[in-house]
């Protein structure tokens, strides 16, 4: 009778089903079921007598190529390769380096950009993956040892979407041209990818989305809202699930589509940087002008032009930021609160409308002036 039994299958990604061919043919052994991923190294083993399981598990039995029972001490060069690493890092984490955030990555882009290529050239980023990909063949417990390394010092390299994520899904899903077009230059650090999935009506029953893709002619027309984009600030590519086929069953007829991510992060647009920098100075001005007011007060001092000044500066201020977030968000920026796309709450929409009775109540911005003319350059009445 076939008993069940594990036997745990070292591989290199895309080597595991290769080595479920080798066990299947080996006297004994009755079927051999790879029941996980690219990454995984678990192999379900029935075999007609258990003790052939038990041979390879002990190591008695002759091992088929390129596998290897689970071994519970690393390596003399699993080790090696532990030290060099943590010298590398020692070496390239600025010397008062606390640990990055959630995503170490996000805090010193610059940072993040010379740890990867130099992790790159060495070949860690994407050890685990096959040579034609850029990768070494390495165990994936070599890279496991890489990622627990990393994680304990919270250091930035990685590019989680495109090693982890997007690398296995080319690897078995992708055409040999998506392939070599995108698995490189993951491999030597030159890109980072984002993952596009969640959507706002659509979250743990991804099913569920909404993005459309139709096609015309060559191009592929892609309407939809994505949310919780981790890094898509700086990604130069992001994978999206999109709908391609409507009429199918909602599990079905979504394709992952690889594609440039054009939008750019709206500061860093310089015409959007400049406006942001000249309306925050304004900010800046206005509240110290305010604060003198207060100042002033304080000091039993009677601010009459000061605060017409405030007043004046303050009320226009206002003006000019709320028509600066009107210019950046466009259209968007004229929905009200009730609006499903309206930013902010809508609130930018209220603040442009409001601003224009902000420069006539409580005096209006030309009485003011009189008042600052008259009371604080001295100049004679109109
Ligand atoms: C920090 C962060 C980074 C993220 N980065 C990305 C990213 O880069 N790209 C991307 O595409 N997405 C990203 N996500 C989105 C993430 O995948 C979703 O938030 C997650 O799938 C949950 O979806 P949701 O937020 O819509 O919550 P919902 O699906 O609305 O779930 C709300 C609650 O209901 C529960 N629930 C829902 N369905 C079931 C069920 N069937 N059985 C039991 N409980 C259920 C959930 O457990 C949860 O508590 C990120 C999320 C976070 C928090």
């Not at 400049?274 to 305010?290: F, H, N, Q, T």
Request: charged share 25%; proline share 5%; aromatic share 8%.
């Amino acid at each position: 009778m076939a008993t069940k039994a594990y036997l745990l299958v070292e591989t290199s990604v895309g080597k595991t089903r290769e080595v479920a061919t080798t066990l299947t043919g080996l006297p004994g052994i009755a079927t051999v079921d790879v029941v996980t991923g690219p990454y995984d190294i678990i192999a379900m083993i029935s075999a007609d007598d258990i003790s052939v399981v038990g041979d390879l598990v002990t190591g008695t039995s002759t091992r088929p190529p390129g596998s290897a029972v689970l071994d519970f001490k690393f390596t003399p060069e699993d080790e090696q390769f532990r030290q060099d690493l943590r010298t590398f890092l020692a070496t390239e984490l600025p010397e008062t380096w606390e640990g990055g955030g959630r995503y170490p990555e996000e805090d010193d882009w610059n940072l993040t950009r010379v740890i990867r290529r130099k992790m790159a050239d060495r070949g860690w980023l994407t050890m685990h993956w096959p040579e034609e990909y850029g990768g070494q063949g390495a165990s994936p417990v070599k890279s496991a040892i890489f990622n627990e390394e990393i994680a304990y010092l919270r250091a930035p390299g990685r590019d989680i979407f495109g090693v982890r994520m997007l690398g296995p899904t080319l690897m078995i899903h992708g055409s040999e041209e998506q392939k070599r077009t995108h698995l490189p230059p993951v491999a030597r650090g030159e890109v980072q990818w984002c993952q596009g999935y969640s959507e706002p009506e659509s979250g743990s029953d991804l099913a569920s989305l909404s993005t459309r893709a139709i096609r015309d002619g060559d191009d592929l027309v892609i309407n939809g809202a994505k949310i919780w984009t981790t890094l898509a600030h700086r990604a130069d590519y992001i994978m999206l699930l999109t709908r391609t086929d409507p009429d199918a069953p909602k599990h079905r007829g979504i394709s992952f589509v690889l594609t440039k991510r054009n939008g750019q992060a709206l500061m860093d647009v310089p015409w959007v940087r400049s406006l942001m920098a000249d309306r925050y100075i304004e900010c800046e001005v206005a509240r110290l002008i305010a604060y003198n007011v207060a100042y002033m007060q304080g000091q039993g001092l009677v601010p009459t032009r000061e605060a017409s000044m405030s007043k004046v500066f303050g009320s226009e201020t206002v003006r000019r930021v709320t028509e600066a977030a009107m210019d950046v968000l466009g259209l968007y920026g004229t929905l009200g609160r009730e609006e499903k796309w309206a930013p902010l709450r809508g609130r930018v929409q209220e603040h442009w409308m409001l601003s224009f009775s902000g420069t006539i109540a409580a005096g209006t911005s030309e009485v003011q002036r009189n008042i600052i003319a008259s009371r604080g350059l001295g100049l004679p009445r109109g």
